[in-house]
């Protein structure tokens, strides 16, 4: 089986290494962005199972990337971290598709938790995709052998 891979997108070395390191001993391939623009570039020259967006960006705003991301990347799952908490923040981001928000300093564990619980739905969302499109295949082959 192929190691889930997680882009990290914070502004702070401390944040990007700390995160890279913990996710990393977890047996996940991690890589790190330190702005928007090298977070939208990596996501359109890679496939991430995970992004961590940080709302705060030296060149856009967190919910901003997630937008761009979500248009690029439907199937990536999109968690947003925040040092800057309020209601305006969390609601913008759920709105702009969020699949998460964390608060800053984000304990290590409840993050693993949030990254194993939304990987597995991103799996389970995918079987049932190819459930769906196996079962439309068969269905439509069986019309066609009825109509011979």
Do not use: C
């Not at 891979?5 to 401390?14: G, H, P, R, T, Y």
């Not at 790190?32 to 199972?49: D, I, L, V």
């Not at 705060?56 to 991301?69: F, Q």
């Not at 194993?116 to 389970?124: D, L, P, R, S, V």
Request: aromatic share 6%; net charge neutral; charged share 35%.
């Amino acid at each position: 089986m192929q190691k889930k891979s997680i882009l990290v997108v914070d502004d702070d070395e401390a944040i990007l290494e700390s995160l890279k390191g913990y996710l990393s001993l977890k047996g996940y391939d991690v890589d790190t962005a330190k702005t928007a623009k090298e977070a939208m570039r990596k996501s359109e020259a890679h496939f991430y199972n995970l992004a961590i967006l940080d709302i705060r960006l030296p060149d856009a705003n967190g919910t901003d990337l997630l937008t761009k991301m979500r248009k690029n990347r439907p199937e990536m799952v999109k968690i947003m971290l925040t040092g800057y908490p309020d209601q305006a923040n969390t609601m913008d981001s759920l709105n702009k598709g969020a699949n998460g928000y964390l608060l800053k300093p984000v304990e290590l564990d409840k993050l693993l938790v949030v990254v194993e619980k939304k990987i597995k739905e991103q799996e389970e969302a995918k079987k049932m995709d190819q459930e769906k499109i196996t079962e439309f295949i068969v269905s439509w082959g069986r019309e066609k052998d009825e109509k011979r």
